[in-house]
């Protein structure tokens, strides 16, 4: 049973609009959330993360946004860029680094 | 800085084959990892090595076997290749560092495995 969701295979935004990306997870022993990007072909590079006792970290056009009550994080891109367009997974780890990473979340922006 | 190399970058297998894929990492961190990625389920752990001369088992360890040779390589072995291994396997290393502390994990560009 995954331990970190997301639900959304993919979104679409135009331009210089907000992306939303949405990650949901079980095991409350997780004590940090990271968000990886992914292009094809490529291994993934990490982005921003965030500590579980946190609920919000910026880092330029990126901020990550954590409700433990929820059990629940997401990214927001502001301004979105074309090329933003990626996979994009979220990822949660505890005890000795071991992540757990979602089922990703393909970002399309358009021009 | 090459960070995390992985070897080969694309591999067509018979069912039944055996096959190791090679990962080294110059970045002189503890902690190692081989993940699968397949569509839909994400990027799944297999083994994860927390230093040199441990080796722990993932989520989807069945079918595969590693090695941690020394601090820099780990390397992940299909003793009978079946056709659901097909898919793309990464590589990553991290820092280990005591629990409350965070390091990220950095990746290898992946292995595109087939197995017919």
């Known amino acids: 049973d995954q331990q970190v969701k997301q639900n959304s295979p993919s979104l679409s935004v135009q331009e210089g609009r907000i992306s939303i990306l949405n990650c949901d997870y079980t095991n409350s022993m997780f004590d940090y959330f990271l968000w990886y990007k992914k292009y094809p072909a490529e291994g993934p590079t990490f982005l921003i993360s965030?500590?579980?006792?946190?609920d919000k970290n910026e880092d330029g056009r990126f901020t990550v946004f954590l409700n433990k009550s929820a059990k629940h994080l997401s990214l927001h891109i502001v301004p979105s860029q074309p090329g933003d367009s990626a996979v994009y997974f979220c990822?949660?780890?505890?005890?000795?680094?071991?992540?757990?990473f979602g089922s990703g979340t393909k970002l399309n922006v358009k021009p | 800085n090459a960070g995390v190399t992985q070897t080969p970058k694309f591999q067509v297998l018979k069912t039944g084959q055996s096959m190791t894929l090679q990962c080294a990492q110059d970045?002189?961190?503890?902690?190692m990892y081989w993940y699968r990625q397949d569509p839909g389920m994400g990027l799944r752990l297999i083994y994860y090595?927390?230093?040199?001369?441990?080796?722990d088992k993932g989520e989807v360890p069945n079918g595969y076997n590693v090695s941690r040779l020394n601090k820099r390589e780990f390397s992940l072995r299909l003793e009978s290749a079946a056709p659901s291994q097909t898919s793309v396997y990464f590589c990553?290393?991290?820092?280990?560092?005591?629990?409350?502390?965070?390091?990220?994990?950095?990746f290898g560009q992946g292995t595109r495995l087939t197995v017919v």
């Open positions: 990553a290393s991290s820092e280990r560092v005591e629990t409350g502390n965070f390091a990220e994990a950095f």
């Open positions: 090595s927390a230093s040199e001369g441990t080796t």
């Open positions: 965030i500590s579980s006792i946190k």
């Open positions: 990822a949660a780890s505890y005890g000795f680094n071991k992540f757990y």
């Open positions: 970045m002189n961190h503890n902690s």
